[in-house]
Protein backbone atom coordinates (compact mmCIF):
# COMPACT_ATOMS: atom_id res chain seq x y z
CA UNK A 1 0.00 0.00 0.00
CA UNK A 2 1.44 3.42 -1.03
CA UNK A 3 0.49 7.36 -0.79
CA UNK A 4 1.28 10.50 -1.82
CA UNK A 5 2.81 13.37 0.01
CA UNK A 6 3.58 17.24 -1.07
CA UNK A 7 7.26 18.14 0.29
CA UNK A 8 7.50 20.37 3.26
CA UNK A 9 9.57 22.84 3.59
CA UNK A 10 12.41 22.90 6.37
CA UNK A 11 12.03 25.00 9.29
CA UNK A 12 15.36 26.53 8.76
CA UNK A 13 14.13 27.66 5.48
CA UNK A 14 11.16 28.98 6.46
CA UNK A 15 12.70 31.03 9.43
CA UNK A 16 15.01 32.48 6.57
CA UNK A 17 12.31 33.66 4.50
CA UNK A 18 10.40 35.22 7.23
CA UNK A 19 13.51 36.83 8.43
CA UNK A 20 14.49 38.28 4.66
CA UNK A 21 10.37 39.30 3.97
CA UNK A 22 10.44 41.15 8.08
CA UNK A 23 13.53 42.48 8.38
CA UNK A 24 12.95 45.94 6.81
CA UNK A 25 9.93 46.52 8.98
CA UNK A 26 12.06 45.48 11.95
CA UNK A 27 14.87 47.84 11.18
CA UNK A 28 12.11 50.39 11.08
CA UNK A 29 10.93 49.16 14.30
CA UNK A 30 14.59 49.30 16.21
CA UNK A 31 15.16 52.83 14.83
CA UNK A 32 11.83 54.63 16.03
CA UNK A 33 12.63 52.85 19.50
CA UNK A 34 16.34 54.29 19.38
CA UNK A 35 14.94 57.32 18.09
CA UNK A 36 12.60 57.88 21.04
CA UNK A 37 15.53 56.99 23.30
CA UNK A 38 17.62 59.31 22.09
CA UNK A 39 14.91 61.99 22.73
CA UNK A 40 13.61 60.81 26.24
CA UNK A 41 17.14 60.91 27.26
CA UNK A 42 18.09 64.33 26.01
CA UNK A 43 14.54 65.75 27.89
CA UNK A 44 15.08 63.90 30.82
CA UNK A 45 16.57 66.82 32.51
CA UNK A 46 13.07 69.05 31.63
CA UNK A 47 11.43 68.34 35.20
CA UNK A 48 8.50 70.67 34.31
CA UNK A 49 6.80 72.31 30.88
CA UNK A 50 6.54 75.63 29.49
CA UNK A 51 5.44 78.65 31.81
CA UNK A 52 5.44 76.40 35.00
CA UNK A 53 7.62 78.39 37.85
CA UNK A 54 9.09 75.31 38.98
CA UNK A 55 10.69 74.45 35.96
CA UNK A 56 14.29 75.77 35.11
CA UNK A 57 14.40 75.31 31.53
CA UNK A 58 14.52 78.20 28.63
CA UNK A 59 10.90 77.86 28.22
CA UNK A 60 10.26 77.85 32.06
CA UNK A 61 9.29 80.39 34.38
CA UNK A 62 11.39 79.89 37.64
CA UNK A 63 13.41 82.57 37.44
CA UNK A 64 9.76 85.27 38.12
CA UNK A 65 8.86 82.82 40.91
CA UNK A 66 11.73 83.52 42.83
CA UNK A 67 11.78 86.94 41.57
CA UNK A 68 8.43 87.43 43.16
CA UNK A 69 9.42 85.21 46.40
CA UNK A 70 12.13 88.13 46.98
CA UNK A 71 9.20 90.88 46.85
CA UNK A 72 7.36 88.96 49.44
CA UNK A 73 4.68 87.33 46.64
CA UNK A 74 3.57 83.46 47.02
CA UNK A 75 2.90 81.67 44.58
CA UNK A 76 0.56 78.29 44.40
CA UNK A 77 0.54 76.33 41.51
CA UNK A 78 -2.92 74.75 40.57
CA UNK A 79 -3.58 72.77 37.66
CA UNK A 80 -7.62 72.14 37.65
CA UNK A 81 -10.76 74.99 37.48
CA UNK A 82 -11.34 73.82 40.82
CA UNK A 83 -8.32 74.81 42.46
CA UNK A 84 -7.89 77.88 40.32
CA UNK A 85 -11.07 79.20 41.59
CA UNK A 86 -11.12 78.12 45.52
CA UNK A 87 -8.02 79.66 45.47
CA UNK A 88 -8.07 82.68 43.67
CA UNK A 89 -9.60 84.53 46.63
CA UNK A 90 -9.44 88.50 47.87
CA UNK A 91 -6.42 90.37 47.31
CA UNK A 92 -4.35 87.90 44.54
CA UNK A 93 -3.68 87.56 41.41
CA UNK A 94 -4.58 84.80 38.69
CA UNK A 95 -2.29 83.90 36.46
CA UNK A 96 -4.05 82.04 33.10
CA UNK A 97 -1.30 80.31 31.30
CA UNK A 98 -3.38 78.98 28.60
CA UNK A 99 -7.18 80.43 28.49
CA UNK A 100 -7.92 78.86 25.38
CA UNK A 101 -7.66 75.58 26.39
CA UNK A 102 -10.73 75.45 28.98
CA UNK A 103 -13.78 74.80 28.38
CA UNK A 104 -16.54 77.84 28.20
CA UNK A 105 -17.81 75.66 31.87
CA UNK A 106 -13.95 76.01 33.00
CA UNK A 107 -14.05 79.93 32.09
CA UNK A 108 -17.59 80.58 33.43
CA UNK A 109 -16.88 79.03 36.74
CA UNK A 110 -13.13 81.23 36.83
CA UNK A 111 -15.38 84.45 36.16
CA UNK A 112 -18.36 83.49 38.48
CA UNK A 113 -15.27 83.23 41.29
CA UNK A 114 -13.32 85.92 40.70
CA UNK A 115 -15.80 88.76 39.22
CA UNK A 116 -16.96 90.33 42.68
CA UNK A 117 -13.30 89.27 44.46
CA UNK A 118 -11.13 92.33 44.59
CA UNK A 119 -7.86 91.50 42.86
CA UNK A 120 -6.48 90.82 39.05
CA UNK A 121 -6.51 87.91 36.44
CA UNK A 122 -3.55 87.73 34.13
CA UNK A 123 -4.85 86.24 30.83
CA UNK A 124 -1.93 84.87 28.70
CA UNK A 125 -2.68 85.11 24.86
CA UNK A 126 -6.23 84.75 25.31
CA UNK A 127 -7.80 83.97 21.46
CA UNK A 128 -11.27 84.64 20.78
CA UNK A 129 -12.73 81.84 22.12
CA UNK A 130 -11.71 82.49 26.16
CA UNK A 131 -12.52 86.05 25.67
CA UNK A 132 -16.03 85.62 24.70
CA UNK A 133 -16.57 85.21 28.40
CA UNK A 134 -13.19 86.62 30.36
CA UNK A 135 -13.42 90.01 28.36
CA UNK A 136 -16.47 89.86 25.97
CA UNK A 137 -16.09 93.84 24.80
CA UNK A 138 -12.37 92.79 23.82
CA UNK A 139 -11.50 91.71 20.17
CA UNK A 140 -8.44 90.00 18.76
CA UNK A 141 -6.30 90.81 15.95
CA UNK A 142 -3.91 88.10 14.25
CA UNK A 143 -0.36 88.19 15.66
CA UNK A 144 2.51 89.23 14.82
CA UNK A 145 6.18 88.39 15.56
CA UNK A 146 7.97 90.22 19.44
CA UNK A 147 10.18 92.63 19.24
CA UNK A 148 11.18 95.49 21.88
CA UNK A 149 8.67 98.11 22.05
CA UNK A 150 7.57 101.25 23.83
CA UNK A 151 4.74 101.51 26.63
CA UNK A 152 2.90 104.38 24.96
CA UNK A 153 0.57 104.26 27.63
CA UNK A 154 -0.07 105.80 31.36
CA UNK A 155 -0.03 102.37 32.72
CA UNK A 156 2.78 103.05 35.66
CA UNK A 157 4.10 99.69 35.42
CA UNK A 158 4.42 99.50 32.04
CA UNK A 159 6.02 103.48 32.10
CA UNK A 160 8.49 102.17 34.68
CA UNK A 161 9.23 98.62 32.45
CA UNK A 162 10.39 100.38 29.44
CA UNK A 163 10.95 98.66 26.84
CA UNK A 164 9.33 95.17 27.23
CA UNK A 165 9.26 91.97 24.97
CA UNK A 166 5.78 92.09 23.09
CA UNK A 167 4.13 90.85 20.09
CA UNK A 168 2.02 88.16 19.40
CA UNK A 169 -1.72 88.19 19.47
CA UNK A 170 -3.18 92.38 19.55
CA UNK A 171 -6.16 93.62 21.29
CA UNK A 172 -8.78 96.42 20.59
CA UNK A 173 -11.83 97.49 22.29
CA UNK A 174 -14.29 100.25 22.79
CA UNK A 175 -14.83 100.34 26.38
CA UNK A 176 -14.23 103.36 28.43
CA UNK A 177 -11.06 103.36 31.07
CA UNK A 178 -8.71 101.38 29.28
CA UNK A 179 -4.85 101.01 29.26
CA UNK A 180 -3.70 100.31 25.84
CA UNK A 181 0.49 99.51 25.90
CA UNK A 182 2.55 98.76 23.61
CA UNK A 183 1.44 99.31 20.40
CA UNK A 184 2.16 96.18 17.95
CA UNK A 185 0.69 97.97 14.00
CA UNK A 186 -2.16 100.09 15.43
CA UNK A 187 -2.97 97.31 18.12
CA UNK A 188 -2.03 96.84 21.78
CA UNK A 189 -0.05 93.97 22.79
CA UNK A 190 -1.07 94.48 26.61
CA UNK A 191 -4.10 95.77 27.48
CA UNK A 192 -5.90 96.34 30.97
CA UNK A 193 -9.20 96.54 31.60
CA UNK A 194 -10.33 97.45 34.88
CA UNK A 195 -13.60 96.16 36.54
CA UNK A 196 -16.71 99.22 37.16
CA UNK A 197 -17.82 97.99 39.74
CA UNK A 198 -15.52 96.05 42.03
CA UNK A 199 -11.96 96.57 42.98
CA UNK A 200 -10.70 94.43 40.22
CA UNK A 201 -9.23 94.48 36.47
CA UNK A 202 -7.85 92.09 33.95
CA UNK A 203 -4.44 92.25 32.19
CA UNK A 204 -4.15 91.08 28.58
CA UNK A 205 -1.05 90.02 27.05
CA UNK A 206 -0.79 88.85 23.38
CA UNK A 207 2.67 86.91 24.52
CA UNK A 208 4.40 85.12 27.25
CA UNK A 209 7.93 85.12 25.86
CA UNK A 210 9.04 87.99 28.00
CA UNK A 211 8.52 85.37 31.66
CA UNK A 212 10.40 82.72 30.46
CA UNK A 213 13.63 82.61 32.27
CA UNK A 214 15.33 82.78 28.66
CA UNK A 215 14.20 86.36 28.34
CA UNK A 216 13.23 87.51 31.91
CA UNK A 217 16.95 89.24 32.32
CA UNK A 218 15.91 90.91 29.33
CA UNK A 219 15.15 95.14 28.96
CA UNK A 220 12.19 95.48 31.11
CA UNK A 221 10.54 92.24 31.12
CA UNK A 222 11.45 91.60 34.46
CA UNK A 223 9.85 94.73 35.73
CA UNK A 224 6.64 94.74 34.16
CA UNK A 225 6.57 90.69 35.14
CA UNK A 226 7.34 91.90 38.81
CA UNK A 227 4.36 94.76 38.87
CA UNK A 228 1.70 92.98 36.75
CA UNK A 229 2.17 89.71 39.23
CA UNK A 230 3.17 91.72 42.34
CA UNK A 231 0.14 93.67 42.66
CA UNK A 232 -1.43 91.14 45.55
CA UNK A 233 0.76 89.59 47.78
CA UNK A 234 -0.51 85.85 46.47
CA UNK A 235 -0.31 84.66 43.09
CA UNK A 236 -2.69 81.50 41.63
CA UNK A 237 -0.64 79.77 38.82
CA UNK A 238 -3.05 78.27 36.86
CA UNK A 239 -1.29 75.47 34.23
CA UNK A 240 -4.30 74.00 32.33
CA UNK A 241 -3.48 70.06 32.78
CA UNK A 242 -5.33 67.54 30.12
CA UNK A 243 -5.97 65.37 33.67
CA UNK A 244 -8.86 67.84 34.76
CA UNK A 245 -11.49 65.98 35.51
CA UNK A 246 -14.07 69.50 34.98
CA UNK A 247 -12.34 69.66 30.76
CA UNK A 248 -14.80 67.31 29.26
CA UNK A 249 -18.33 66.51 30.56
CA UNK A 250 -19.34 63.30 32.00
CA UNK A 251 -21.65 62.03 29.00
CA UNK A 252 -19.01 64.61 26.09
CA UNK A 253 -16.46 61.95 26.85
CA UNK A 254 -14.06 61.87 23.53
CA UNK A 255 -13.53 58.34 21.66
CA UNK A 256 -10.82 56.88 20.68
CA UNK A 257 -10.89 58.87 17.10
CA UNK A 258 -11.85 61.43 18.90
CA UNK A 259 -8.23 61.62 20.55
CA UNK A 260 -6.41 61.41 17.39
CA UNK A 261 -5.89 65.23 15.94
CA UNK A 262 -7.00 66.15 12.48
CA UNK A 263 -4.06 66.07 10.48
CA UNK A 264 -3.27 62.71 12.07
CA UNK A 265 -6.71 61.13 10.58
CA UNK A 266 -5.81 61.82 7.51
CA UNK A 267 -2.39 59.72 7.99
CA UNK A 268 -4.56 56.75 9.14
CA UNK A 269 -6.87 56.86 6.53
CA UNK A 270 -4.07 57.12 3.49
CA UNK A 271 -2.07 54.34 5.97
CA UNK A 272 -5.71 52.11 5.97
CA UNK A 273 -5.83 52.88 1.83
CA UNK A 274 -2.53 51.57 1.51
CA UNK A 275 -3.04 48.46 3.38
CA UNK A 276 -6.54 47.37 1.11
CA UNK A 277 -4.74 48.17 -1.87
CA UNK A 278 -1.72 45.50 -1.01
CA UNK A 279 -3.87 43.09 0.74
CA UNK A 280 -5.43 43.06 -3.03
CA UNK A 281 -2.56 42.66 -4.39
CA UNK A 282 -1.12 40.10 -2.94
CA UNK A 283 -5.46 38.26 -3.15
CA UNK A 284 -4.67 39.00 -6.74
CA UNK A 285 -0.92 37.88 -7.34
CA UNK A 286 -1.61 34.33 -5.24
CA UNK A 287 -4.18 33.64 -6.81
CA UNK A 288 -7.25 30.51 -6.33
CA UNK A 289 -5.89 27.40 -5.21
CA UNK A 290 -4.91 25.09 -8.52
CA UNK A 291 -4.70 21.41 -7.81
CA UNK A 292 -1.70 19.28 -9.24
CA UNK A 293 -0.40 16.26 -10.16
CA UNK A 294 2.33 14.92 -7.27
CA UNK A 295 5.88 14.93 -8.36
CA UNK A 296 6.77 11.81 -6.38
CA UNK A 297 4.86 8.76 -4.79
CA UNK A 298 5.48 8.06 -1.22
CA UNK A 299 5.75 4.16 0.56
CA UNK A 300 3.10 3.96 3.13
CA UNK A 301 6.18 2.93 5.34
CA UNK A 302 8.18 6.48 4.75
CA UNK A 303 4.84 7.65 5.31
CA UNK A 304 4.61 6.68 8.94
CA UNK A 305 7.97 6.94 10.16
CA UNK A 306 8.26 10.60 8.89
CA UNK A 307 4.69 11.36 11.05
CA UNK A 308 6.67 9.35 13.80
CA UNK A 309 9.51 11.36 13.53
CA UNK A 310 7.13 14.91 13.39
CA UNK A 311 5.34 13.54 16.59
CA UNK A 312 9.05 13.22 18.29
CA UNK A 313 9.85 16.34 17.67
CA UNK A 314 7.01 17.93 18.69
CA UNK A 315 6.88 15.78 22.02
CA UNK A 316 3.19 15.01 20.96
CA UNK A 317 3.46 11.88 23.04
CA UNK A 318 -0.56 12.55 23.87
CA UNK A 319 -1.68 13.15 19.93
CA UNK A 320 0.48 10.08 19.10
CA UNK A 321 -0.65 7.77 22.11
CA UNK A 322 -4.28 8.47 20.83
CA UNK A 323 -4.06 7.63 17.13
CA UNK A 324 -2.60 4.24 18.19
CA UNK A 325 -5.32 3.62 20.63
CA UNK A 326 -7.94 5.07 18.32
CA UNK A 327 -6.36 2.74 15.16
CA UNK A 328 -6.52 -0.53 17.24
CA UNK A 329 -9.60 0.06 18.81
CA UNK A 330 -10.69 0.56 14.94
CA UNK A 331 -9.14 -3.01 14.05
CA UNK A 332 -10.76 -4.68 17.13
CA UNK A 333 -14.17 -4.00 16.95
CA UNK A 334 -14.87 -6.15 13.42
CA UNK A 335 -13.23 -8.84 14.66
CA UNK A 336 -14.93 -9.45 18.56
CA UNK A 337 -18.48 -7.94 16.48
CA UNK A 338 -18.45 -4.79 18.32
CA UNK A 339 -20.37 -2.58 15.36
CA UNK A 340 -18.16 0.59 14.06
CA UNK A 341 -20.40 2.96 15.40
CA UNK A 342 -19.54 1.67 18.93
CA UNK A 343 -16.21 1.02 18.32
CA UNK A 344 -14.94 4.33 20.54
CA UNK A 345 -17.53 3.59 23.73
CA UNK A 346 -15.49 1.92 26.88
CA UNK A 347 -19.05 0.56 28.09
CA UNK A 348 -19.36 -1.39 24.50
CA UNK A 349 -16.21 -2.21 23.79
CA UNK A 350 -14.38 -3.66 27.11
CA UNK A 351 -16.60 -6.18 28.01
CA UNK A 352 -16.69 -7.91 24.47
CA UNK A 353 -13.16 -7.47 24.54
CA UNK A 354 -12.46 -9.44 28.01
CA UNK A 355 -15.07 -12.05 26.55
CA UNK A 356 -12.92 -12.28 23.62
CA UNK A 357 -9.89 -12.84 25.68
CA UNK A 358 -11.83 -15.27 27.85
CA UNK A 359 -8.73 -16.81 29.72
CA UNK A 360 -5.76 -15.48 27.90
CA UNK A 361 -3.10 -13.85 30.21
CA UNK A 362 -4.36 -10.43 28.48
CA UNK A 363 -7.61 -11.10 30.55
CA UNK A 364 -6.23 -9.71 33.82
CA UNK A 365 -4.56 -6.60 31.75
CA UNK A 366 -5.99 -3.18 33.11
CA UNK A 367 -7.72 -2.93 29.48
CA UNK A 368 -9.51 0.26 30.34
CA UNK A 369 -6.32 2.24 31.12
CA UNK A 370 -4.75 0.51 27.84
CA UNK A 371 -7.35 1.19 25.45
CA UNK A 372 -8.80 4.54 27.10
CA UNK A 373 -6.15 5.51 29.29
CA UNK A 374 -4.11 8.79 29.42
CA UNK A 375 -1.23 9.87 27.68
CA UNK A 376 2.28 8.18 28.35
CA UNK A 377 4.65 10.45 30.62
CA UNK A 378 8.12 9.71 27.99
CA UNK A 379 9.11 8.30 25.15
CA UNK A 380 9.92 4.64 26.66
CA UNK A 381 6.14 4.42 28.21
CA UNK A 382 4.75 5.55 24.76
CA UNK A 383 6.97 2.70 22.89
CA UNK A 384 5.44 0.02 25.74
CA UNK A 385 2.07 1.65 25.03
CA UNK A 386 2.65 0.86 21.18
CA UNK A 387 3.78 -2.89 22.09
CA UNK A 388 1.59 -3.48 24.55
CA UNK A 389 -1.41 -2.68 21.70
CA UNK A 390 0.25 -4.67 19.30
CA UNK A 391 0.42 -7.91 22.02
CA UNK A 392 -3.52 -7.12 22.45
CA UNK A 393 -4.47 -7.24 18.86
CA UNK A 394 -2.08 -10.03 17.85
CA UNK A 395 -3.96 -11.68 21.14
CA UNK A 396 -7.91 -11.33 19.74
CA UNK A 397 -6.78 -11.98 15.88
CA UNK A 398 -4.93 -15.12 17.61
CA UNK A 399 -8.25 -16.53 19.68
CA UNK A 400 -10.46 -15.76 16.89
CA UNK A 401 -8.26 -17.99 14.26
CA UNK A 402 -8.63 -21.04 17.15
CA UNK A 403 -12.24 -20.63 18.28
CA UNK A 404 -14.16 -23.46 17.27
CA UNK A 405 -16.70 -22.44 14.36
CA UNK A 406 -19.93 -24.13 13.54
CA UNK A 407 -20.21 -26.49 10.40
CA UNK A 408 -22.10 -25.00 7.63
CA UNK A 409 -24.22 -28.25 7.31
CA UNK A 410 -25.78 -28.42 10.96
Known amino acids: MTT ?11 AHRLWTRSRGVLLGLLLLVIGGIVLATLRSGEQHGRLD ?9 RALAQLLSAHGVTTQVVTTSEEAAAAAGPGSTLLITAPDVLTEG ?9 DRAPGRTVLLAPGATSLQVLAPTVQVEPQIGNAARQPGCSLPAARSAGDVLLGGLRYATSAPSVDRCYDASGYSALLRLPALDADRDTVLLGSPDFLYNQHLAERGNASL ?8 KHVVWYLPSVSDPSSTAPDDKPGLLGLIPAGWRWALLQLALAALCAA ?29 RLYEQAHARDRASAVLRSATRDRLAPLIGVPAAHAHTPDVLLPAVR ?12 LQSLLFGPAPADGKALVHLADQLDTLESSIVSQERHAPREHPDR
Do not use: C, F, K, M
Open 106 to 114: QLTSLSAAT
Open 225 to 232: ALQLLGTH
Open 280 to 308: LWRARRLGPLVPERLPVTVPATETTEGHA
Open 355 to 366: TQLGTAPLATTD
Open 4 to 14: ATTATTTPGHT
Open 53 to 61: PRSADQTGS
